[in-house]
């Protein structure tokens, strides 16, 4: 009988790391064949208050060895990757809550999600835009204009701010972050041991004696 303990997905399509581990994570559920729980968070809120800073905010050093790292991982996923692209700063907040109103209408997201994060740290295209938004979601099999509008309701608002709530809660602190079975897997270099816990390679391990 198949394990349908759902894996919990804390992202941010204003993150980088989703987007190097986003069609990896796909795969893995593809794997897997486990169900997932897509919750979108406001990552610079969960930074700050799980007391890191947001990277305007970091030493230099850091800074730096954050843009070699992205560069290793661009060539170990083989994706076209700018480090610092054009729409840097764009509010996530739309595609997020277009994410919550896909899930809500039962649509396959993840097509959505890579079609996002590429458009933003591939292309360089301003993803804050609705209309960017709307095309991509279209591009995607999906009704972009539906999507806008239920991204509107007052439930979604409501969904995208509880999950912010909700992951700082449970003491997430970056994106992506994975939850399975309360087992926290932080970072997309984190799958492979992700995935030895769904096939149960091991045991669950949770840093408590």
Do not use: C
Not at 24 to 39: G, H, N, S, W
Not at 157 to 182: H, M, Q, W
């Amino acid at each position: 009988m198949q394990d349908s303990e759902p894996i919990e997905y804390f992202f941010s399509l204003a993150s980088p790391w989703t987007y190097l581990g986003s069609r990896e994570f796909e795969k893995l559920i593809d794997r897997t064949r486990k169900p997932v729980k897509f919750k979108p968070i406001d990552l610079g809120k969960v930074i700050v208050a799980a007391g890191g800073k947001q990277l305007k905010d970091r030493p230099a050093p850091v800074q730096a060895y954050r843009l070699v790292e992205l560069a290793r991982w661009r060539e170990l996923r083989k994706i076209d990757l700018v480090l610092w692209p054009k729409y840097f700063g764009a509010d996530q907040s739309l595609s997020h809550r277009m994410v919550l109103a896909a899930v809500e209408m039962e649509a396959n997201v993840f097509p959505f999600l890579h079609a996002v994060s590429e458009a933003k740290w591939a292309f360089e295209r301003d993803v804050g835009d609705p209309s960017v938004l709307q095309e991509i979601a279209e591009s995607t099999g999906l009704d972009g204009a539906a999507l806008r509008h239920a991204a509107d309701k007052p439930s979604i608002s409501e969904e995208e701010r509880k999950l912010t709530d909700e992951a700082i809660d449970r003491s997430v602190f970056g994106a992506p972050f994975y939850i399975y079975r309360g087992e926290p897997f932080w970072g997309q270099d984190r799958l492979d041991q992700l995935e030895a816990a769904i096939v149960g390679r091991r045991a669950p391990i949770t840093g408590r004696e």
